[in-house]
């Protein structure tokens, strides 16, 4: 059996990070991307990230996952800094990255090989990829899979790892609309099921709006964060409803998008 959902997830505290990289046109200077930034995420909670494009929302998310570090700033699991990548806090991108040669049974179970856990974990697998809806395509190669399957396979295999945090870095914005929509559905089915605290990057205003707890807006770079919105809509969330509308006006007002009158 898959451990129970409730001692899975975990908070994450940000606080004052700031990060730069050499400069593009002069490697001697450095170009700050990350200017302060601070929040935290409760246990279970679900948080979307939006802002424009190059405002550092996937370094910060790089941040978190510990590929890299801050030059200055805490980030803390729980109490605990991060200061390495650890298969506790998953990491899910646009491009689902499965493994070509391997079929979506070895995929999945790729984390809990390279760990060395995978005899005594082996019904996980069955029970993860049931949990996806994939328990028919078990023997299938990647190339087999639409772009929503592929997506569901990358999920679950970050999620055998039972990260305490799964960080969702644009993980829809290479789907079609309608295929968006059944797998914004199908992530939040994930998180109720596993409770698992989920910090979300993406660019669509309508599924951040459909699937957070709180909707955190940075500034172009050096990002900040703006301002954050909490989401106080009943869920399951209806798209079309008054209240939904009326929050995506104020956040398109709020970017300067919204159309003149
Ligand atoms: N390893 C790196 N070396 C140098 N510059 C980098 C590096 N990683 C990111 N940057 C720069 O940091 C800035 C922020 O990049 P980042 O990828 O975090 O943006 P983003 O908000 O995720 O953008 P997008 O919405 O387009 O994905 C960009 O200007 C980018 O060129
Ligand atoms: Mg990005």
């Not at 399951?236 to 709020?254: A, M």
Request: hydrophobic share 45%; glycine share 8%.
């Amino acid at each position: 059996m898959v451990a129970p959902a409730e001692t899975e997830a975990s908070s994450l505290v940000v606080r004052e990070v700031r990060k730069s990289f050499p400069a593009p046109d002069n490697p001697l200077s450095r170009r700050q991307v990350l200017d302060g930034i601070s929040f935290s995420l409760g246990a279970g909670e679900l948080i979307s990230l939006i802002g424009p494009s190059g405002c550092g929302k996937s370094t910060l998310l790089r941040l978190v996952a510990g590929l890299d570090s801050a030059d200055s700033g805490d980030l803390l699991i729980g109490i605990e800094p991060i200061t390495a990548p650890n298969a506790e806090r998953g990491l899910v991108f646009q491009d689902p990255n499965l493994f070509p040669w391997l079929t979506v049974r070895r995929n999945i179970q790729a984390g809990l090989v390279a760990r060395g856990v995978l005899h005594e974990k082996k019904n996980e697998v069955d029970e993860f990829m049931r949990l996806v809806g994939l328990e028919i395509f078990a023997n299938v190669y990647p190339h087999h899979l639409s772009g929503g399957m592929a997506q569901r396979a990358a999920l679950a295999r970050a999620l055998i790892n039972h990260p305490k945090i799964l960080l969702l870095d644009e993980p829809l914005g290479a789907l079609d609309a309608f295929t968006r929509m059944r797998m914004q559905d199908e992530v939040l089915r994930l998180w109720q099921a596993r409770r698992t605290t989920m910090l979300l990057v993406t660019h669509d205003i309508d599924e951040a709006i459909y699937m957070s707890d709180r909707i955190m807006i940075m500034t172009p770079r050096p990002g900040r964060i703006e301002r954050t919105i909490p989401v106080e809509l009943a869920r399951p969330r209806q798209r079309d409803s008054g209240d939904f509308l009326r929050l995506r006006s104020d956040i398109l007002k709020f970017l300067h998008f919204a159309g003149k009158s």
